[in-house]
């Protein structure tokens, strides 16, 4: 099974842009979750999709915005981008099984932003 | 909130030698802890997991168990190798907040041959 696949895998912007990401989780798996990584404030989550409806956010500015497709197909936009978005941004999908929290989050490799 | 505390890093070991990393955390309810692995230019993998109190993860030589005592979920390993070199990140999830991960600070551990 191939896993989660993430595009691009690199992006330079400059301030002010806005930027999409993609994410194609694992088939089978209908929940996706976005999390961004800085060495600075480390690993945060960003927001869940599970049936094409966000159903958990972490605590990250209005600029920050997903959707999911039918497919669970995944993007995330940044609108306005910041200095402080510069980040690797990872995005994983799980089976959906009868507990949520139990079950192994599957990561794909990630996109690096560069915000100049 | 949810938190979660790893020793500070980096670690360096030679190769043999025997790992431990710490990992604490602070919960509300009865959370399932994990723990991942990142390679250089890679993605998260996970490691290995326990979902309740006094279960043991296993995994390539690498053990944690969950001890709701001392909310705690040490990762060890009794002999290792250079290719284990990489950053290791203990999370948890929490019934209440589903397949939210809340990640420690990440380890580097680093081995030299």
């Not at chain 1, 995944?74 to 910041?82: G, I």
């Not at chain 2, 009865?30 to 043991?56: I, R």
Request: a neutral charge; charged letters at 20%; glycine letters at 10%.
């Amino acid at each position: 099974k191939a896993g989660v696949t993430q595009t691009p895998r690199y992006l330079i912007k400059t301030r002010g842009q806005q930027v999409t990401l993609s994410c194609s989780p694992i088939s089978g798996h209908r929940s996706v979750s976005w999390y961004q990584q800085t060495p600075g404030q480390g690993l945060q989550f960003l927001f869940e999709y599970f049936s094409e409806t966000q159903r958990n956010k972490g605590n990250f500015p209005g600029r920050f915005s997903g959707r999911q497709f039918s497919n669970s197909r995944s993007e995330m936009n940044v609108s306005t981008l910041e200095l402080g978005d510069s980040a690797l941004y990872l995005c994983a999908s799980s089976p959906e099984a009868f507990s949520r929290s139990k079950e192994t989050q599957y990561f794909g490799p990630g996109t690096r932003l560069l915000v100049l | 909130g949810d938190s979660v505390t790893q020793m500070e890093g980096p670690v360096t070991l030679s190769e043999e030698a025997f790992l431990t990393i710490n990992c604490t955390y602070t919960a509300t309810g009865y959370p399932s802890l994990f723990w991942y692995v990142q390679y250089p230019g890679e993605g998260l993998q996970l490691l290995l997991k326990a979902t309740k109190a006094d279960d043991k993860g296993s995994n390539k030589g690498f053990e944690a168990t969950y001890r709701k005592e001392t909310t705690s979920f040490h990762l060890e390993k009794g002999s290792v190798q250079v290719s284990d070199s990489a950053v290791y990140f203990c999370a948890l999830s929490e019934s209440t907040s589903g397949s939210r991960l809340t990640f420690g600070e990440g380890t580097q551990l680093t081995v030299n041959p």
